[in-house]
């Protein structure tokens, strides 16, 4: 069965950083890409960043491009987003979202983890 | 950029059919993913390439398509099927989501 669990979420003022990370088991991990996946009240479902099996692709939204890093760690079997220069509109659910193929060419979502919260307030 | 648009919220009475629609120029030429999301709960998929269950999601669950509509229809629906639905399509870099229906089963 597959597990996407994530962690590092939590209460951070605008300006600074916060990494976040997912753990995957139950998959062969540097098969598939992998996604961040943010969801507010406001907005839904937005899409934050890829990261294709083996990090040669890697493509951000507009809104985080410049301040947001994803990265991977295929021997950990881990997913990585480096926040940094936080806003108060990045406040979200952030998940981790597993893609159907090893490209983020064709963006295709399969299996979701929990979710972890930040919240960006002064 | 593309958008997807649903209706924000659909209500029927159990063993009912319940029809979601998600509408959007870029269904001409991509498939379309639907998501049920349940209060705490992290997004399932439920149909995929436009009409194709996954395994373990229940025979109730289709999906059609017809030009730039996609629609989610669930047969003889349950109380558990009360969730968040959202429909997914990616193309030419752009991945987008619907923002989302409520569908509601009393």
């Known amino acids: 069965e597959v597990q996407l669990v994530e962690s590092g979420g939590g209460l951070v003022q605008p300006g600074r950083s916060l990494r976040l990370s997912c753990a995957a088991s139950?998959?062969?991990?540097?098969?598939?890409?992998m996604h961040w996946v943010r969801q507010t009240p406001g907005k839904g479902l937005e899409w934050v960043s890829g990261?294709?099996?083996?990090?040669?692709?890697?493509d951000y939204a507009d809104s985080v491009k410049g301040r947001f890093t994803i990265s991977r760690d295929n021997a950990k079997n881990s997913l990585y987003l480096q926040m940094n220069s936080l806003r108060t509109e990045d406040t979200a659910l952030y998940y981790c979202a597993k893609d159907i193929a090893g490209d983020i060419a064709e963006t295709e979502f399969d299996y979701w983890g929990q979710g972890t919260l930040v919240t960006v307030s002064s | 950029s593309y958008e997807l648009t649903q209706p924000s919220s659909v209500s029927v009475s159990p063993g009912q059919t319940a029809r979601i629609t998600c509408s959007g120029d870029v269904l001409v030429k991509k498939y379309a993913r639907w998501f049920q999301q349940k209060p705490g709960q992290a997004p399932v998929l439920v149909i995929y390439?436009?009409?194709e269950r996954p395994s373990g999601i229940p025979e109730r669950f289709s999906g059609s398509s017809s030009g730039t509509t996609v629609t989610l229809t669930i047969s003889g629906a349950q109380a558990e099927d009360e969730a968040n639905y959202y429909c997914y399509s990616g193309a030419d870099n752009n991945r987008i989501f619907g923002g989302g229906t409520k569908l509601t089963v009393l």
């Open positions: 990261i294709s099996w083996n990090s040669d692709s890697i």
């Open positions: 139950g998959l062969t991990f540097d098969d598939y890409a």
């Open positions: 390439k436009d009409t």
